[in-house]
C-alpha cells in the first residue's frame, strides 16, 4: 500500500490515538513514570489498531477541525486516566499520613513511580494499590473502560467542561476520605497510646515517657499496621473495583448540554 494511501487511511482515527494516548500517560500503572515514554506510544498505538472495529472514523475536512478533535480528544483521555490514577494517590496519601503519625515523615526516598521524594510508608502503599490493582486485573478493566468510553462518548463529541471540574472534585473528595479510611486503624491506635501515657504521666509523674513514648507509639502503630494488613488489602481491592465503576460510569456525563 502506498504511503499517501495509508496515512489517509489512519487520519481519521488520530483522534482516537489521541484519547487512548492521553488514557494510557496517566492512567494507573501504564502511566507509571517508571514506564518509558516509548513503551507507552507503543502500547496507545497497540490499543487502538485492537479498537478499530468499535470506533468511529472522523472526517479528515477540514484539517483545522481534525485538529482541535485531536486536541480535545486528548485533554478527554488525560482526565478520564487521571480520575483513575486517583486512587493511587489516596492510597499514598494515607502512607504519608501514617509515617508522619509514626514519627517517620524524616526518612524520605526518591519514589520513581511518581518521580518525587516520599516517606517509605507512601511508596509502600502506592505498590501494594499496584498490586492490588493487578491482582484484581483491572489493567483489563481499564481497556474495557476505554473501549465503553468510545460508545458512551463518541469522538468529535461537545464536552463540558463544568462537569469534569465536578467529577474532579467529587474524586478528590472520595480520595481524602478513602486515605483517612485507610490510616483509621493506625491514628485511633496512637490515639489511645497517647491517653494511656499521659494518663501514667499524670498519675506516676516519675516516669518519664517523652522518650519512651516516641518508641512506644512507634511499635504500637507498626503492629497495628502488619495486622491490619489484610484489611487493606480488603479495603484497596473494593475501592479499586468501585472506582473504576465510578469514573467508568461518569464518562457519559462529560458530553457538553
Known amino acids: ?3 499517501d494511501s495509508l496515512v489517509q487511511l489512519l487520519l481519521p482515527y488520530l483522534p482516537a490515538l489521541a ?3 492521553g488514557v494510557v500517560a496517566t492512567a494507573p500503572l501504564f502511566g507509571s513514570a517508571v514506564v518509558p515514554a516509548r513503551v507507552r506510544a507503543i502500547i496507545a498505538v497497540a490499543l487502538t489498531i485492537g479498537l478499530f472495529p468499535t470506533i468511529t472514523a472522523v472526517s479528515t475536512t477540514p ?3 481534525l485538529a482541535v478533535s485531536i486536541f480535545s480528544e486528548a485533554l478527554l483521555g488525560i482526565a478520564i486516566g487521571g480520575a483513575m490514577n486517583l486512587i493511587f494517590v489516596g492510597a499514598q496519601w494515607s502512607g504519608e499520613l501514617i509515617a508522619q503519625q509514626l514519627g517517620l515523615s524524616l526518612a524520605e526516598s526518591f519514589d520513581p513511580t511518581s518521580q518525587s521524594h516520599g516517606t517509605v510508608l507512601g511508596g509502600a502503599f502506592s505498590l501494594l494499590t499496584m ?3 493487578l491482582g484484581i486485573n483491572g489493567h483489563h478493566a481499564l ?5 465503553s468510553s468510545f460508545q458512551s462518548l463518541p469522538i468529535s463529541s461537545a464536552i463540558n467542561g ?3 471540574v465536578d467529577l474532579f472534585a467529587r474524586l478528590l473528595t472520595a480520595a481524602c476520605g478513602f486515605a483517612l479510611q485507610l490510616a ?7 490515639l489511645i497510646c497517647d491517653l494511656a501515657m499521659g494518663m501514667v504521666g499524670r498519675t506516676v509523674p516519675q516516669v518519664g515517657l517523652m522518650t519512651a513514648g516516641i518508641t512506644v507509639r512507634a511499635i504500637a502503630g507498626l503492629l497495628v499496621l502488619i495486622l491490619a494488613a489484610a484489611l487493606t488489602s480488603a479495603l484497596l481491592q473494593n475501592a479499586s473495583i468501585n472506582w473504576m465503576q465510578v469514573v467508568t460510569s461518569a464518562v457519559p456525563g462529560l458530553a457538553g448540554r
Open 131 to 133: 498490586v492490588v490493582f
Open 162 to 164: 463544568a462537569s469534569i
Open 19 to 21: 484519547r487512548i494516548g
Open 184 to 190: 483509621a486503624p493506625v491514628c485511633i491506635t496512637l
Open 63 to 65: 484539517l483545522a477541525g
Open 143 to 147: 481497556v474495557r473502560g476505554i473501549q
Open 1 to 3: 500500500m502506498p504511503l
